[in-house]
């Protein structure tokens, strides 16, 4: 799974507006990173590599086997597969919009 298909993945479903209201990054280590800026509508997502309100450093399979729903994410986060880093409280808000 490459970066590119998953930056796809995650506009199509955020769409216009995701309602997060907030700035959060997926950090894939070294297959990069995914930005997504939802203070401003239409919500912006790229591959850089800026601060972000929360950070989840994860791995891309990892993120894929969350996002199709064979990973619940609080399970990934006690096994140690995702580290939440900075407001937790963004991070709870997201699995219903990626459900």
């Known amino acids: 799974m490459s ?18 209201g907030a700035t959060l990054k997926f950090d894939f280590g070294d297959d990069g990173a995914l930005f997504l800026d939802a203070t401003q509508v ?10 972000a309100q929360c950070t989840m450093v994860i791995s891309i399979e990892n993120f894929m086997e969350m996002a199709e729903g064979n990973l619940d994410g609080m399970g990934a986060f006690m096994s140690g597969k995702l580290k939440v880093q900075g407001d937790m409280s963004i991070a709870m808000k997201l699995g219903p919009i990626l459900a």
């Open 42 to 51: 239409p919500n912006t997502i790229s591959n850089e590599d800026a601060d």
């Open 3 to 20: 970066l590119d298909v998953v930056t796809a993945g995650l506009k199509e479903k955020i769409g216009e507006d995701c309602g997060l």
